[in-house]
């Protein structure tokens, strides 16, 4: 990946709606050459899809938690019908495994406090293999949805 890559990246990342005549422009090459390295940036994963990013005040989801999640049992078996429910739930927009204790983090959106502790002790607490739930809400969010630094070193 060379510098114009990290450029037709780094354009994607602020506006992903480029056309490829936009983008072409901005990163300083022809149209064909600009299309030939977006296909390989998509065929080599670099870039894994394209899609709108909302605001969830506006779609009536104005509660924010983070919930810790600690396993009964670490077996692989444990590990995977977790993953596979959790997946499922779709109010959880970002799960991430942890080394240590406790086991998941999990970022968890809902309309409000009612609708999460309804999810919290209806599926959360429900979900294969779960030992302890510990949450927190979310004040206000300082950093989110930051692009990926492209910096060459």
């Known amino acids: ?29 022809s149209v064909s050459p600009c299309h030939r390295r977006l296909r390989a940036l998509e065929q080599s994963g670099a870039i894994k899809r394209y899609r709108a990013q909302l ?20 077996d692989r078996q444990a590990v995977e019908a977790f993953e596979a429910a ?6 959880v927009i970002q799960a991430q495994r942890l080394f240590g204790d406790p086991d998941y983090l999990l970022h968890v959106i809902a309309r409000d406090l009612p609708a999460f502790q309804l999810l919290y002790d209806e599926r959360l607490s429900t979900l294969p293999g779960v030992q302890r739930l510990t949450s927190t809400l979310v004040m206000k969010s300082v950093v989110e949805d930051r692009p990926l630094p492209l910096s060459a070193k």
């Not at 709606?17 to 901005?26: C, F, G, I, K, N």
């Not at 959790?86 to 109010?91: D, G, L, P, R």
């Open 55 to 74: 605001d969830p005040g506006a779609l009536g989801l104005n509660f924010s938690a983070i919930v810790f999640v600690t396993l009964r049992e670490g």
């Open 86 to 91: 959790v997946a499922e739930v779709s109010q």
């Open 1 to 29: 990946m060379d510098a114009t890559d990290r450029k037709i990246l780094a354009e994607l990342q602020s506006d992903g709606r480029l056309s490829v005549t936009e983008l072409a422009e901005r990163v300083n090459l």
